[in-house]
């Protein structure tokens, strides 16, 4: 039986940037398949006893429950002392990018990706703005990795998986990755990690797109 449940859905970056750190510390887990594209996530059910943000990834283990990527990551870093800091002024740079990744970065994208690929909503002043923001999100991630294989240095931590997972749905994005070197490099070196598979290939997809 697996240690780990991971509710999640296999379009879902957040859910993402959890099953692959998961996956990379050969962890033994459980992908239970939640419904978002029927409401699942906003039914009072999933928020009475799942997570009252209404938000997947939703992590149980030993007893807890946990919600948010960023902070599900930093438990797994804790546990497994995999990914983690190895002083205060790495904890705090890794939380600064986490945050910026939930803020600007993974915020941006995911949610132009939605309206564009999942609600078709087509091109909208929302999703140029929204393009926009992201296209500037990635200029700052870009030039930041311009000196440094990973965000806080020359190893992996939580911090990239978190700002990374999105990036791996590639052409659903409808950004333009090419320009960003620096970006096509890390995505390549976090690809290279032991453990490390496709988000489509490690949580389920709604019917009829299981994962392979
Ligand atoms: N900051 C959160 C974001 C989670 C999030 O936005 N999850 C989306 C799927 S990728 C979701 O479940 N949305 C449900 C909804 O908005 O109804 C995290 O990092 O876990």
Redesign the pocket.
């Known amino acids: 039986m697996a240690n780990y449940k991971l509710y999640c859905m296999g379009e879902?970056?957040?859910?993402y940037?959890v099953a692959l750190m998961l996956d990379l510390c050969r962890l033994s887990w459980e992908a239970v398949w939640v419904d978002?594209f029927h409401g699942e996530?906003?039914a009072p059910e999933f928020r009475s006893k799942l997570n009252e943000q209404?938000?997947?990834?939703v992590l149980e283990h030993g007893g807890k429950r946990l919600?948010?990527?960023?902070v599900i990551l930093d438990y797994l870093a804790e546990i497994t002392g995999k990914f983690g800091a190895k002083s205060e002024d790495e904890r705090r740079e890794i939380w600064r990018w986490i945050l910026f990744d939930?803020h600007k970065f993974?915020a941006n994208l995911?949610t132009l990706r939605y309206l564009v690929q999942f609600a078709k909503t087509g091109e909208t002043p929302v999703t140029e703005f929204l393009r926009a923001r992201a296209i500037n999100a990635m200029k700052i991630v870009d030039h930041h990795l311009g000196d440094k294989p990973f965000i806080i240095g020359e190893r992996a931590t939580i911090a990239d998986l978190s700002m990374v997972g999105y990036l791996y749905y590639g052409d659903e994005l409808t950004v333009p990755l090419g320009g960003f070197v620096n970006i096509e490099r890390w995505m390549d070196r976090v690809k290279a990690l032991p453990g490390w598979k496709h988000p489509y290939d490690v949580m389920p997809r709604k019917p009829g797109k299981a994962a392979s």
């Open positions: 879902s970056g957040n859910a940037k978002f996530t906003r209404g938000e997947v990834p919600s948010q990527s960023g939930n993974t995911a």
